[in-house]
């Protein structure tokens, strides 16, 4: 077989050689080396800078473009669609009854035709706009941020903005996805192998410190694998040892956040294939709590792990999302009181995402994970603040789910987001009959109510 | 991720809904969005007795306030479905569960045990229908007809009690 070199070839080859020797160079000294260290050249904030300036001029077009083509706009109903009354069942069927007869209320009949306009109402109503369906689904924008997902008036509407997107396009996947795609790779990669090279040495000082360099080092990378631009506030409070960190829960992406800023244990289910050789190799270093599938279900036994790890003082802080589930970081929902069973000191924070960006929500009843990282990575970056909150502990004469809805509340102000009552286990599963249950008693209460004054008088 | 809904819904289905139910272009692609993220099997239909959208539409529109209408620059040439009249059908069906334009002591008895759950025995709720019926009821046949409905409710200001406010 005869091997045919044409100069071009050569020439080809000399060439890609080049491009990936320079591009390998301007990686490692631009990405790699300043996670290590954990120093930043502030380009991404460059970045972040000129990205906003063009939503803005893209936002101003289209409302320009849909103006002169008489197109109408759709606009997001991050607001509510409809005007509620708070009035309670008892007032509402009372002023129904009142407008539709000139009895005297007191000796009124127990039960009225008229009063099924408020349950017909309060039922439409709620189809029509609830506080808690729309936290499932990913915050809509007010101004358009160039990324097809987001976009909901996608008429061609000049070529200019076109032109745009399609650049944004080629940026994202040809240039951002590949790089990001490699310090994934890279920093997932590292963290394996260090940790596992960590575990072989013996428990010590010098352990705990190797492995907290390694672990901070790998996230790190894997911030800059997703381009996130972190701001963190109160550093002063940071979770300390024997603590449990408890923060809202909005995507996978949060645990990156927060441990690539300080150092804590884990706590999860263990999982097959990659996430588990990732999660068998960390333990390695420092204790995690994994838990098995079948223990998970067994509150007393998670109760005790977890309390047996914070009484160790030379153990990490304890992160966990007492949520349960992903939301889409407009709100806050019911916090699991499980964690704030154990008496430890518990260190709020609040992570808040920029949704103009990117967003972070991880709606996985559409999205597997795979999906759901490969839209992270080709999205413009992820930008959130994170505040540290002062720590707290449960007081006298506070049980557990007051301490907890104590803390969501602190949560919930600090990062701006709606505090609901609501479980989060909503997002699969139905409303539990009690709440039906709740509002038969109280309109029980006043049909038979009043039957119970009338044979008194 | 932010549902493109407007771009699955076409202009003349807009105006065709407009026309029916007299809510207004931005309403319209709201709600829209808002059945989408309801319609969890993505289907089409929402799952209880398969409504689609203009099914969904047509039973929300029985809720926009009566004064609205006078906004509207086209007037439907059939009654709008918000009026007096149409409110208080869609309220008289609720109770008709068998669609056979009569309240049967029955069918109030099973809507009010829906009302009160387990709160309240059958004898009571017995006897609270039957009070029911016997003031309602005016040509002896022991049920409620969509007149004698609107006899008894012709005080009541079903306008504003059976609308809901929209913010746009």
Same mark, same amino acid.
């Given at each position: ?12 080859? /000399? ?8 591009? +390998? ?11 290590? +260290? ?62 539709? &007869? ?71 996947? !040809? ?11 890279? !920093?997932?990669?590292?963290?394996? +192998? ?12 010098? @352990? ?75 333990? $390695? ?28 003082? &030379?153990?990490?802080?304890?992160? /966990? ?5 992903? /939301? ?6 019911? +916090? ?15 992570? @808040? ?60 102000? $600090? ?43 | #991720? ?25 309403? *319209? ?8 993220? %309801? =319609? ?16 969904? #539409? ?39 569960? =068998?669609?056979? =334009? ?9 809507? %009010?045990?829906? #009302? ?16 029911? *019926? ?22 009541? =200001?079903?306008?504003?009690? #059976?609308?809901?406010?929209? %913010?746009?």
């Amino acid at each position: 077989m005869e091997l045919f070199f044409n100069p071009f070839d050569n020439l080809l080859c /000399i060439l890609l050689g080049i491009s990936f020797t320079v591009w +390998f160079t301007l990686l490692l000294v631009f990405i790699i080396v300043p996670a290590i +260290f954990g120093v930043s050249f502030g380009i991404r904030r460059l970045y972040m800078k000129t990205l906003l300036k063009i939503f803005e001029w893209a936002t101003l077009r289209i409302e320009r473009g849909a103006k002169e083509k008489n197109h109408h706009l759709y606009k997001p109903y991050s607001n509510a669609i409809i005007a509620r009354e708070p009035t309670s069942l008892e007032e509402e069927i009372k002023e129904i009854r009142r407008s539709g &007869s000139n009895k005297d209320l007191d000796s009124a009949t127990e039960f009225e035709m008229s009063d099924i306009f408020y349950f017909a109402r309060r039922g439409v109503e709620s189809i029509m706009d609830d506080e808690v369906t729309k936290r499932f689904s990913a915050e809509e924008l007010e101004s358009w941020n160039l990324l097809t997902r987001s976009n909901y008036n996608f008429h061609y509407i000049s070529l200019r903005l076109t032109v745009l997107w399609g650049l944004g396009l080629l940026i994202r996947y !040809g240039f951002l996805l590949p790089l990001r795609v490699t310090l994934a790779f890279t !920093g997932v990669g590292l963290l394996v +192998f260090l940790t596992s090279l960590i575990g072989l040495l013996p428990n010590g000082r010098m @352990k705990n410190f190797l492995s907290e360099k390694v672990h901070l080092m790998c996230y790190r990378i894997c911030v800059r694998a997703l381009t996130a631009i972190i701001t963190y506030h109160d550093s002063e409070n940071k979770p300390k040892n024997g603590g449990i960190c408890v923060a809202n829960h909005t995507s996978p992406i949060d645990v990156i956040i927060l441990a690539s800023d300080g150092c804590y244990a884990m706590v999860g289910q263990i999982h097959g294939g990659l996430m588990g050789v990732i999660q068998r190799s960390m333990v $390695k270093a420092c204790p995690h709590v994994w838990f098995e599938r079948s223990e998970v279900k067994d509150r007393h036994l998670v109760a005790k792990r977890l309390s047996d790890h914070v009484q160790d003082k &030379s153990k990490l802080p304890i992160l /966990i999302f007492p949520e349960g589930t992903c /939301i889409n970081n407009t709100s806050v929902m019911m +916090f699991k009181k499980g964690s704030f069973d154990i008496g430890a000191t518990v260190y709020p924070v609040a992570i @808040k995402y920029d949704p103009r960006f990117g967003d972070a929500f991880w709606n996985s009843s559409k999205f597997g994970m795979v999906n759901y990282l490969l839209h992270m990575m080709s999205s413009w970056a992820i930008v959130c603040s994170v505040w540290y909150l002062p720590p707290m502990s449960r007081e006298e004469g506070e049980d557990a789910v007051q301490f907890a809805n104590r803390v969501k509340a602190a949560i919930a102000r $600090k990062g701006g987001l709606v505090d609901l009552l609501w479980d989060g286990g909503l997002k699969r599963e139905k409303v539990k009959d009690t709440f039906k249950e709740e509002q038969q008693k109280l309109y029980s209460k006043m049909l038979v109510g009043t039957q119970e004054d009338r044979s008194r008088s | #991720m932010g549902s493109r809904a407007s771009t699955l819904l076409r202009e003349e289905e807009i105006e065709e809904i407009k026309k029916e139910t007299g809510f207004s272009h931005s309403q *319209i692609t709201r709600l829209y969005s808002r059945f989408t993220s %309801l =319609d969890k099997g993505e289907n089409g239909t929402l799952r209880e007795d398969q409504v689609n959208f203009r099914g969904f #539409m047509r039973t929300l529109a029985h809720f926009r306030p009566v004064e609205d209408n006078e906004k509207n620059k086209n007037p439907p040439t059939t009654e709008p479905l918000n009026s007096r009249t149409n409110k208080l059908l869609f309220a008289f069906r609720l109770y008709d569960l =068998d669609r056979d =334009d009569k309240i049967s002591r029955d069918e109030l008895l099973q809507v %009010l045990r829906m #009302m009160v759950g387990v709160n309240i025995s059958d004898e009571q709720l017995g006897s609270i229908a039957d009070r029911t *019926i016997q003031e309602a009821d005016q040509n002896g046949d022991n049920c409620i007809s969509f007149q004698e409905f609107m006899k008894v409710l012709e005080k009541v =200001d079903v306008e504003q009690k #059976m609308s809901i406010r929209f %913010l746009h």
